[in-house]
T-cell receptor, first 112, second 114 residues
Framework: DAKTTQPTSMDCAEGRAANLPCNHSTISGNEYVYWYRQIHSQGPQYIIHGLKNNETNEMASLIITEDRKSSTLILPHATLRDTAVYYCIVRVWKAAGNKLTFGGGTRVLVKP | GAGVSQSPSNKVTEKGKDVELRCDPISGHTALYWYRQSLGQGLEFLIYFQGNSAPDKSGLPSDRFSAERTGGSVSTLTIQRTQQEDSAVYLC????????????FGPGTRLTVT
């Protein structure tokens, strides 16, 4: 799996959009970008994933650059409950056994 | 609907004792994963079950660790002769055979070996 690089931490004002960057310059053509988050004392939670097109669901939007070497997760209206560690993962979608390996992630603190 | 459940939520055991951790996946999910997460660390894959196939045990750290999945549903992770370095949160996840096959995690079992 390609390596990802994320900022260690980020603060965000409640009600504002939170833009979380992720660099994955060694991504290969069949690798997808996945985002998970982990709220304190809870198990990880899937957010969104994409290959090359921008994606949006009820939780967030995912913007992937044209060269696919970086992406941005957007939480459109951050709430206090969005305070969590956010993990960007790059992996082949249909690999046998989708083992997840989380690095350090970005610790997001949403402030009132 | 019901999510992934794990029990116990917390377990304190003495060094050298055996422990069993249980995972109930989401009904209909054919894939089941065990991970562990040490304090402040990322996620470490342990073992993966997919249907009736042989499990992928490549992440188990030693032969003291084993897991089984009965009837394609409930899974038990067993740690024999526990050591202090086994202290961690043990997370179970399951995923549907349908795309996008995202993994749904349980709340975890916090294991403390004294």
């Amino acid at each position: 799996d390609a390596k990802t690089t994320q900022p260690t931490s980020m603060d965000c004002a409640e009600g504002r959009a939170a833009n979380l960057p992720c660099n994955h310059s060694t991504i290969s053509g069949n690798e997808y970008v996945y985002w998970y988050r982990q709220i304190h004392s809870q198990g990880p939670q899937y957010i969104i994933h994409g290959l090359k097109n921008n994606e949006t669901n009820e939780m967030a939007s995912l913007i992937i650059t044209e060269d696919r070497k970086s992406s941005t997760l957007i939480l459109p209206h951050a709430t206090l409950r969005d305070t969590a560690v956010y993990y960007c993962i790059v992996r082949v979608w249909k690999a046998a056994g989708n083992k997840l390996t989380f690095g350090g992630g970005t610790r997001v603190l949403v402030k009132p | 609907g019901a999510g992934v459940s794990q029990s116990p939520s917390n377990k304190v055991t003495e060094k050298g004792k055996d422990v069993e951790l249980r995972c109930d996946p989401i009904s209909g999910h054919t894939a089941l994963y065990w991970y562990r997460q040490s304090l402040g660390q990322g996620l470490e894959f342990l073992i993966y079950f997919q249907g009736n196939s042989a499990p992928d045990k490549s992440g188990l750290p030693s032969d003291r660790f084993s897991a089984e999945r009965t009837g394609g549903s409930v899974s038990t992770l067993t740690i024999q002769r526990t050591q202090q370095e086994d202290s961690a949160v043990y997370l179970c996840a399951s995923s549907s055979p349908q795309e996008p096959r995202e993994q749904y995690f349980g709340p975890g079992t916090r294991l403390t070996v004294t």
